[in-house]
């Protein structure tokens, strides 16, 4: 079976070189020439942890080209992987969607074919697809095309595991597309393919719940599930502030409620909040779609507003012990969104140190893989890159530990704060877990440091912190 990618992203990607792994022949569609010349030469367009080996392994199946009539009309699956970044109203950008399907649309070739959406699309799009189809396709029967909504739940940082031993498969469609994508996915579905050896078979794992349904609910199935994962951080996030009010530890708090097995520990960190090119999207995306719909989603709108608080929190904890931020050096630590990705979008520390910036204070940056992609996405920042944790840290007066990179939690921090010249550190994480022996204030989220020494961290005046 041939099967065409159409966007080279962090989804398309990864699903292209998963099914050339799984042995199909793929091509690989992208508009953007320098991204597929680069593919061409075995170079990725993103960070994601042993995409590259599998890369190794599976390019004798795969193609790479910016020309839709090169790998069009031979496929017999389109899987439809381009970006639909929020508008300012919330609703998602369909332009690349638009424009995608009307180009797939003119070299559809009259054979059976399956345009699958695993872009993550607004509830109905599915039905919107297959119009535009008609309208656009020269050799359109509609027993020969049909459109299935396969959407994504991948998680960048571990993007090959979870696409290659998902927790379920849902497809979205009718007859005898369904029936295609199950043989197309049938190595997934009866895991009776060869385990890369980067990327092992978890133990215990048997096969993925496969999740028959419509279009419109395979639709809401995604939206929903993102919002939902956002509002259980939300919900961590409001009842740390509750925690530190009355002196409880969210730590111990969310570990005691995550023992229920209905409740589950995952997607309760409290921090710095979401970030990333989903969770706000999607939530934003499903309460514009009630809005259309003269539905309010109150529940949602809150998980929006207390990640925004989240964010502005961060900020004052810092102001709270360096009072004025002008003419102040902080280090921002980790810039990508979550660790073990490059990816930007909607990051907490752009917030960061957009309104350090905006109240004076110099800002020094440090992430281990993600300054290269913000030299050409954060050019609306001024801040100095540091080559180092240890560099950024130099001289400052304070840190924000905005990405919970494995580097910043293993990292020797009573070595490295000696070289700061005030010790504040808002750890909007909560990494730091070892006994602080020099003299800091250490601000975590939802709980006081148990083994400072200088605590309750308020206690010190600014102009007494440090060395
Ligand atoms: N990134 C994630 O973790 C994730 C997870 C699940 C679902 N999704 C959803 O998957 C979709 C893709 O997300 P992403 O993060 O991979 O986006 P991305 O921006 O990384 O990739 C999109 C790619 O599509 C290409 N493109 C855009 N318009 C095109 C066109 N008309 N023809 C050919 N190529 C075109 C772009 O050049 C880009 O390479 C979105 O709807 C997103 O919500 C993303």
């Given at each position: 079976m041939n099967v065409t990618i159409v966007g080279t992203g962090y989804v398309g990607l990864g699903t292209a070189i998963m099914l050339a792994y799984l042995g199909y022949q793929v091509t690989g569609l992208d508009y953007d020439e320098e991204k597929i010349q680069g593919l061409r030469d075995g170079i990725l367009p993103i960070y994601e942890p042993g995409l590259a080996e599998l890369l190794t392994a599976a390019s004798p199946n795969l193609h790479w080209t910016s020309r839709y009539e090169d790998a069009i009309?031979?496929?017999?699956f389109i899987f439809v992987c381009v970006g639909t970044p929020p508008l300012p109203d919330g609703h998602p950008n369909l332009a690349y969607l638009e424009s995608a399907v009307r180009s797939i649309a003119q070299h559809l070739d009259g054979k059976p074919q399956i345009i699958v959406n695993k872009s993550t699309v607004p509830i109905g799009t599915g039905d919107w697809v297959m119009r535009t189809l008609e309208e656009?396709?020269?050799?359109?029967a509609t027993s020969h095309y049909e459109v299935v909504s396969n959407p994504e739940f991948l998680r960048e940082g571990t993007a090959l595991g979870d696409s290659l031993y998902p927790d379920r498969i849902v497809l979205g469609g009718s007859g005898w597309a369904t029936e295609r994508m199950r043989a197309l996915y049938a190595p997934l579905i009866e895991q009776n393919f060869e385990a890369p050896a980067h990327v092992p078979r978890p133990r215990g794992y048997e096969r993925p719940a496969l999740v028959e349904t419509t279009l419109t609910s395979a639709e809401m199935i995604k939206y929903s599930a993102n919002a939902f994962l956002a509002l259980k951080i939300s919900y961590a996030n409001e009842i740390a502030g509750l925690c530190e009010c009355v002196g409880a530890d969210i730590h111990e708090v969310t570990a005691g409620i995550g023992l229920d097995h209905r409740i589950?520990?995952?997607?309760?960190a409290a921090g710095a909040g979401w970030g990333g090119s989903c969770f706000g999207k999607d939530t934003s995306a499903l309460i514009s779609t009630g809005q259309d719909y003269g539905y309010n989603m109150p529940i949602l709108r809150a998980a929006m507003s207390v990640n925004a608080r989240q964010r502005s929190l961060v900020i004052e904890k810092l102001q709270k012990h360096l009072?004025?931020?002008?003419g102040k050096r902080v280090a921002v630590l980790g810039?990508?969104?979550?660790?073990?990705?490059d990816d930007l979008r909607d990051a907490p520390a752009h917030d960061f140190i957009a309104r350090l910036c905006q109240l004076g204070a110099t800002v020094v940056a440090y992430d281990p893989v993600a300054m290269p992609r913000a030299r050409t996405e954060w050019g609306d920042l001024h801040y100095l890159e540091a080559t180092s944790a240890h560099a950024a840290l130099e001289g400052a007066d304070a840190v924000i530990v905005a990405t919970e990179w494995a580097e910043f939690r293993s990292m020797n921090w009573n070595e490295a704060l000696c070289v700061m010249r005030n010790r504040v550190i808002v750890d909007a994480r909560n990494i730091i877990r070892e006994p602080l022996t020099v003299p800091a204030i250490l601000e975590q989220i939802g709980?006081?440091?148990?083994?400072?020494?200088?605590?309750?961290?308020?206690?010190?005046p600014a102009d007494k912190v440090g060395a």
């Open positions: 009309p031979q496929a017999d656009h396709a020269a050799l359109y589950g520990t995952r997607f309760l009072r004025l931020l002008k810039m990508a969104f979550k660790p073990d990705t709980r006081d440091h148990p083994h400072s020494s200088f605590l309750p961290a308020s206690a010190l």
